[in-house]
């Protein structure tokens, strides 16, 4: 995957992550640490699907922000300490990094 086509999928989960926030009025990460502890009322199967799909929704989200951080993070590793990073000069690597 490159860069942009990661940030395109953060951005999608984003939306996505926003329906269930604004629906059950709860930020993802707290819903999460909810869903993980087995805190939350799974009587409905529809609930329950729901719950599913929101927490796979939130972890495909995390795992995108690990791989852009690191992938980014070697990117900058490429360019000597002393040097200022433009980021005009920064985009084409951008964009050509797979």
């Known amino acids: ?36 502890s087995g805190k939350l009322r799974d009587e409905d199967p529809d609930e329950s699907r729901e719950y599913g799909d929101w927490a796979a929704c939130y972890e495909i989200k995390m795992h995108r922000e690990q791989v852009y951080d690191e992938m980014i993070q070697n990117i900058f590793r490429s360019f000597r300490a002393s040097t200022a990073i433009s980021l005009s000069a920064l985009k084409p690597r951008l964009l050509a990094e797979t």
Do not use: P, V, W
């Open 1 to 36: 995957m490159t860069l942009q086509e990661i940030i395109a999928d953060i951005h999608a989960m984003d939306r996505e992550l926003q329906k269930y926030e604004d629906k059950y009025g709860l930020r993802s990460q707290y819903f999460y640490e909810l869903y993980t």
